[in-house]
């Protein structure tokens, strides 16, 4: 049975162990989106955002359950916030956001690296991607686990997913919010020389076809066409963000 005095007791609970990292509490009369962490308050916001959801179509039933405050999901890689807020009109709503657990204990969620070869040719994964249901070409990533700095966990990403090493230092290119709507997460972009050092270990969560390398020239032909096709007819897509974010601030830089 759902005890709401519970639930906002739980969410209070968490954003105090957590304060660094959640960001900014926001100001309403300033024009932002504030939270609310008066308790009281708490059911006006989540009767607020009943009467957004219905005015926009959404059943009363499903409206009552998708407003409510608290701590949910939570899982191996982070959870998701059910926020109280105040808009920049006064009124009071609630709103979802996903933070990992990288980003909690560090302000970073994890490190996109962009993988070249000593010739100067882009080493890209050929990756198939459980959320869209599809193979893509991505420059390897990994999220930040609890204990690992930045660039241990860039270290295992390249040697798990491409069998590779740093050749020589890594260079910071540049920081993505990936989505800003809904999550909380701000990543490190890299780029790096690798050599090619052994066959990949990998996850078995991941389903990794293999390696493309590929000079510069041919990499803003398959920008422009978002996807690339191999020898054997097999489309890839290539519209991941944290590959095209850090091949644009290369390309800027």
Not at 111 to 124: E, K, M, P, S, Y
Not at 126 to 151: H, M, Q
Not at 173 to 202: C, M, N, Q, W
Request: aromatic share 10%; charged share 30%; with cysteine.
């Amino acid at each position: 049975m759902d005890d709401p005095q519970e639930r906002y007791r739980e969410y209070l609970d968490f954003i105090k162990k957590y304060p660094k990292y959640l960001g900014n509490k926001g100001n309403y009369k300033r024009g932002e989106i504030e939270m609310v962490t008066d308790i009281s308050l708490f059911p006006k916001c989540e009767e607020g955002a009943v009467k957004i959801m219905i005015a926009a179509g959404t059943s009363p039933a499903d409206a009552k359950r998708r407003a409510k405050i608290g701590v949910f999901d939570e899982n191996r890689w982070g959870v998701s916030l059910h926020e109280p807020l105040r808009l920049p009109n006064g009124s009071y709503t609630t709103f979802n956001r996903w933070i990992s657990w990288g980003t909690l204990t560090s302000g970073y969620a994890g490190v996109v690296i962009a993988a070249l070869t000593q010739d100067g040719r882009f080493i890209f994964l050929k990756i198939y991607r459980n959320a869209t249901k599809n193979w893509c070409i991505e420059f390897p990533r990994g999220n930040k686990d609890v204990d690992n700095s930045l660039l241990k966990a860039l270290k295992n990403e390249l040697s798990e997913e491409m069998g590779a090493a740093i050749a020589e230092d890594p260079e910071k290119i540049g920081e993505v919010f990936p989505d800003s709507g809904v999550l909380a997460s701000r990543v490190e972009l890299f780029s790096a020389k690798v050599k090619i050092t052994g066959v990949p270990e990998l996850e078995v969560t991941e389903a990794i076809k293999g390696l493309l390398f590929m000079p510069k020239a041919e990499v803003k032909k398959m920008i422009k066409e978002q996807k690339y096709t191999d020898k054997e007819g097999k489309t890839y897509e290539f519209k991941d963000g944290y590959t095209l974010s850090a091949l644009t601030l290369l390309d800027t830089a």
